[in-house]
């Protein structure tokens, strides 16, 4: 298993303001992933993220929207830049242990006013 | 793209009776997972199946992985109202990535 820290668990931002999330994770993980979650939805995925290189963004998400960063093996951020209420979601990072199986941040709730 | 469907998006029943969701892939997976989020918390694995025509269990949660490796089901047997929460399936993929694709997701509400 994994212990993950996801920080802030929650925030409230003005429209046109950036939020970096941040994921510790208590033990080193290859494959590390980004999720958003609207409410009452299911998971969607935003990107892969790659330790020391850019990460692998899915379709209609874009870097300059969603920066992340991945230093090392054990931490990555998810920054939400220029925020509309649109982006008003949970946040959820996951790691890959133990055969495949996904483990998740406990999330960060966001409101973009 | 990859799509999972899972049928049905809510469920209501009274405490002790049984309830089950169907989870069904457009393509082949190599396994396929379940996940259960409580309301206002996040996903929790629950079990993974890698087995064609794989059934498991674990008390009163059966799960059975399709014989095309395509479809899958859970079983919850007497339900409990500490079974609240929405049941996900998800399976990996590989698209130039190595990626998970989550199921729509059904919402169990047990009335006790």
């Known amino acids: 298993s994994a212990v993950i820290s996801q920080k802030p668990s929650r925030d409230i931002c003005q429209r046109g303001t950036s939020l970096t999330i941040q994921c510790q994770v208590d033990s080193q993980v290859t494959m590390m992933f980004w999720y958003r979650q609207q409410p009452g939805q299911s998971l969607t995925l935003i990107a892969t993220?790659?330790?020391?290189?850019?990460?692998?963004?899915e379709s209609g998400f874009v870097i300059d929207k969603f920066p992340i960063s991945r230093p090392n093996l054990t931490f990555s951020t998810l920054t939400v830049s220029n925020m509309s209420p649109e982006d008003s979601s949970i946040y959820l990072c996951?790691?890959?242990?133990?055969?495949?199986?996904?483990?998740f941040g406990s999330g960060t709730q966001l409101s973009v006013l | 793209g990859q799509q999972v469907m899972q049928i049905p998006q809510y469920q209501h029943v009274q405490e002790g009776e049984d309830f089950t969701t169907y989870c069904n892939s457009s393509t082949t997976l190599s396994n396929i997972q379940w996940y259960k989020q409580r309301p206002g918390g996040h996903p929790v694995f629950l079990i993974q199946?890698?087995?064609?025509?794989e059934v498991k269990k674990q008390k009163r949660l059966t799960f059975q992985f399709g014989e095309a490796k395509k479809n899958s089901s859970l079983h919850i047997t007497a339900t409990q109202t500490t079974d609240v929460g929405t049941y996900f399936c998800?399976?990996?993929?590989?698209?130039?990535?190595?990626?998970?694709?989550f199921g729509t997701g059904t919402r169990l509400k047990v009335l006790a």
């Open positions: 993220a790659n330790q020391g290189s850019e990460a692998t963004y």
């Open positions: 199946l890698v087995k064609s025509g």
């Open positions: 996951s790691v890959v242990v133990d055969a495949e199986k996904l483990f």
């Open positions: 998800a399976g990996p993929t590989w698209s130039g990535t190595y990626k998970y694709i």
